[in-house]
């Protein structure tokens, strides 16, 4: 009795932290795209990436949730040599899905792969701190040092995107440490991943990982066919939706629908401010002055943009940093209130003034403009719209043109033949390391005013000395210091209008336990290895 | 089908005189957005709802159908004329000239149509008004599209100028321009008068998609394009029929432009 007593109550606990999750079963769900490559180092698309974060072992994990660096393969880290140098200690006793050992040889195996510039990895750039060989040192026990270089900062949370390859293995890539392999591919059709036998990580009690046996990820571009197909359950989620696909789930099953909060991409408008652009040098003065940018910014209902646009499922962005990057966002700022009062009064101190409801500038030139978004995108679209008529609310005349996104980038990049430019910036990286390329003023992604040789601007040159300055450093605290101040210059002088940011939304069938949908990619399948099918559907499966 | 003539005569009518008296019938501007009240269903004060950013989707229907069925005709006229001009030219001068335009003709019906739109519409400045957006987009589909007509009408006019009563007009003196233009044209206006007709639904067609891609006529102007373009997602348009009006009365005017040709008005 005693005994079956404490089994009931084991249970009970273990079950309650869902523990005791049902093994087995088929998780399916949709890919938007063909993974362009199965080699985790070549992964730069979606759907290579989510093959690369189901399929591949990595030294260390951000998790998603905590936003926290945790060991994987590697039980321990330290970065020293002023942030040149990474040293990791390795599991032992692990193998790749084909039963092949793993060891340093493997890790040192996938940096030089990586840095190899005849292979042009995407994930190797992030590491391309200066020119120079990067070495890697096996060690005894288990160890391995990679220096590089020149310092990197934010070294340790890079590796998250190293999926380890194994040097000996026959089946190259296929060989994997993650909790799933490759099992099959049907071009263009489907993949189905397998669960790797050898996959190290176990669950408290002390069963293998991950519960589910394999995935079936369905190649579909069609939203509404995928919408379609959750709703009868032949797909266990979506991991990314848009606000009116979400209100849809919503209606049908509120259960369904999982609205993570602000995620890390942001919707954005700047002025052109290049000196040579083709337009004229009134206008020029306009998108110049630190008024009229922050009038304009004034004048803009961004709570209006959530609720309408987004269906309240965006929030005011406030700065270059979404909130939901808990430890880099700057906490002192808000977002930029709407308050057209004080916008004319910072307009009338460049020399506008407001005449029968048009605004004119000093040489009485009426103040109209156009902005350029991609054509296609109806969230930008309607944001525009909106826009519009906030800005004519202090007597702006603006004109929206969609353009294809060729004919934008072109005219963004090279020809420099446009006034403003609503676009949305894709966030995945928490470190504003990332962001360098944008920040920086010889930058070719400084989107205002691109590739300068000397900041055109002293707030732009305080920028790039504030950039260098947390990127040279490895206490995160001093970083932070300098990344705030950051922050605080672009919420001044606003090159970039930032708009909103747009909610995490998904969708995940009752079917799939432990799911947590967060707001870092991938928002559903972040713990794959700790999801499971109920009992019913991993039976039918 | 002489009923089906009248009718269809009589609803395109009804639907212009709408449209032209938008001003009066409109209960709001087609750009005011009532922003507490976006995705209306339809109540008194709007007819047909609201759409996403809150505007009148009665006045955006009534200023749109206006937009496209002014400008459609407008634009197919265009073409017409320019058919007329090429291909007329052509059958009646003959010889290596015909083979140089029809050459030309057939390159431009090779030309990726859609392409050509988008990459014209990249090239346009961009300072301009929403009004003077569709001006430019209906004036470039009338630029672009008298190929297909002029090769007709091409074929038509070396019929006609090898015909009996043109020999009798040359043999009394008559030639050059005069002929072109006293004889000639007035038996071509059946075939340029069924190929103006074929053409407004073809454009009104155009601009939709167009529209569809994001590429029609800029905001806040409504047009048929700019109105379909709600209908992109259908299992969220399912629950709100009424969003099908503007739909239903594109289907309505389309077919009804066909049928106002008679039988044999229409081009073999």
Same mark, same amino acid.
């Given at each position: ?541 | ?70 400008? %459609?005709? @407008?634009? /197919?006229?265009?073409?017409?004329? &320019?058919? !007329?001009?090429?291909? #007329?030219?052509? *059958? =009646? ?63 038509? %006019?070396? @019929?006609? /100028?090898?015909?009996?009563?043109? &020999?009798? !007009?040359?043999?009394? #003196?008559?030639? *050059? =321009? ?91």
């Amino acid at each position: 009795m005693k005994k079956f007593l404490a089994f009931s109550i084991l249970s009970i606990a273990l079950g309650s932290n869902g523990l005791l999750a049902q093994t087995g079963g088929e998780l399916h769900f949709c890919l938007r795209s063909e993974p362009k490559t199965l080699n985790p180092l070549m992964a730069a698309d979606d759907a290579s990436e989510t093959i690369r974060y189901l399929t591949g072992g990595v030294l260390v994990r951000v998790n998603r949730l905590t936003q926290d660096l945790e060991p994987e393969l590697a039980t321990s880290w330290k970065v020293t040599n002023g942030g040149k140098t990474i040293t990791f200690q390795l599991r032992d006793g692990l193998r790749f899905s084909d039963g092949t050992p793993f060891s340093a040889d493997d890790v040192a195996y996938t940096m030089q792969q990586l840095m190899d510039p005849a292979l042009h990895s995407p994930t190797g750039d992030a590491f391309r701190s200066s020119d120079g060989k990067v070495e890697t040192q096996v060690l005894p026990k288990d160890r391995i040092r990679i220096t590089f270089p020149a310092p990197i900062a934010g070294l340790d949370r890079l590796f998250d995107q190293v999926a380890i390859m194994s040097a000996k293995s026959p089946q190259k890539e296929i060989a994997v440490l993650g909790p799933y392999y490759v099992g099959e591919n049907k071009a263009g059709s489907y993949l189905i991943l397998k669960r790797n036998p050898n996959y190290w990580e176990k669950d408290p009690a002390g069963r293998p990982l991950p519960y589910i046996e394999s995935v079936r990820l369905d190649i579909q571009q069609n939203r509404d066919i995928e919408m379609l197909r959750l709703t009868r359950g032949e797909i266990h989620f979506i991991n990314s939706l848009d606000a009116e696909y979400f209100d849809k789930v919503v209606a049908q099953d509120p259960s369904m629908a999982h609205d993570a909060g602000a995620s890390l991409d942001s919707e954005e408008m700047w002025f052109n401010q290049v000196a040579s652009a083709p337009l004229p040098s009134y206008k020029k003065a306009w998108f110049t002055s630190t008024n009229f940018r922050r009038a304009i910014s004034e004048s803009i209902n961004r709570e209006d943009i959530a609720r309408i646009v987004f269906r309240g499922h965006a929030r005011p962005a406030v700065g270059p940093v979404s909130p939901a990057n808990k430890f880099w966002f700057n906490a002192k700022l808000q977002a930029h209130p709407f308050d057209q009062k004080s916008a004319l009064q910072m307009l009338a101190q460049d020399g506008f003034r407001l005449q029968d409801n048009v605004l004119r500038d000093h040489d009485g030139h009426a103040v109209e403009f156009s902005v350029i978004t991609n054509s296609g995108n109806k969230y930008r679209e309607r944001m525009a719209t909106m826009i519009q008529q906030d800005l004519s609310g202090i007597g702006i005349k603006l004109n929206v043109v969609t353009l294809d996104f060729p004919s934008l980038i072109e005219r963004i990049t090279q020809t420099f033949d446009y006034e403003a430019c609503l676009l949305g910036l894709v966030n995945d990286e928490l470190d504003p390391n990332a962001q360098m390329t944008v920040w920086l003023s010889s930058a070719d992604s400084h989107q205002w005013n691109p590739s300068q040789k000397t900041p055109a601007t002293t707030w732009e040159a305080e920028i790039d000395k504030l950039m260098r300055a947390q990127a040279s450093t490895l206490d995160p605290k001093k970083r932070k210091e300098d990344f705030d101040k950051v922050q605080e210059i672009a919420w001044q002088q606003e090159p970039f209008i930032y708009l909103v940011n747009k909610n995490a939304l998904s969708a995940v069938s009752p079917a799939v336990h432990n799911a947590h949908p967060v707001v870092l990619r991938p928002q559903v399948y972040w713990n794959i290895d700790q999801l499971s099918l109920t009992s019913e559907v991993a039976r039918n499966r | 089908m002489k009923w089906a003539r009248a009718a269809a005569i009589v609803f395109l009518l009804a639907v212009s005189a709408m449209c032209l008296l938008a001003n009066v019938i409109a209960p709001a501007s087609y750009a005011h957005q009532f922003r507490d009240d976006p995705n209306a269903s339809p109540s008194r004060q709007h007819l047909l709802g609201t759409d996403d950013l809150g505007r009148d989707r009665f006045a955006r229907l009534l200023y749109g159908t206006r937009v496209s069925l002014l400008l %459609a005709p @407008a634009a /197919a006229l265009l073409t017409s004329l &320019l058919a !007329a001009f090429i291909g #007329g030219t052509a *059958g =009646f001068v003959g010889g290596w000239v015909e083979r140089c335009v029809m050459a030309g003709t057939d390159l431009f019906l090779s030309l990726p149509w859609l392409f050509l739109l988008i990459t014209v519409r990249a090239l346009l400045p961009l300072n301009v008004s929403p009004m003077v957006s569709v001006l430019i987009t209906f004036a470039m589909l009338g630029c672009l599209g008298w190929a297909g007509a002029a090769r007709i009408i091409c074929a038509d %006019a070396r @019929a006609l /100028a090898q015909s009996d009563f043109i &020999l009798r !007009a040359r043999a009394s #003196g008559s030639d *050059g =321009f005069r002929l072109l233009w006293r004889h000639l044209m007035p038996n071509l206006k059946p075939v340029l008068y069924a190929q103006f007709w074929i053409s407004v639904p073809v454009f009104i067609l155009t601009e939709a998609n167009l529209g569809i891609l994001g590429l029609g006529v800029a905001e806040p102007l409504p047009s048929w394009g700019s109105l379909l373009r709600e209908l992109e997602s259908f299992s969220t348009t399912s629950a709100q029929v009424w969003q099908l009006v503007p739909l239903i009365l594109f289907i309505f005017v389309v077919s009804s432009f066909h049928l106002v040709l008679t039988k044999e008005e229409l081009p073999v």
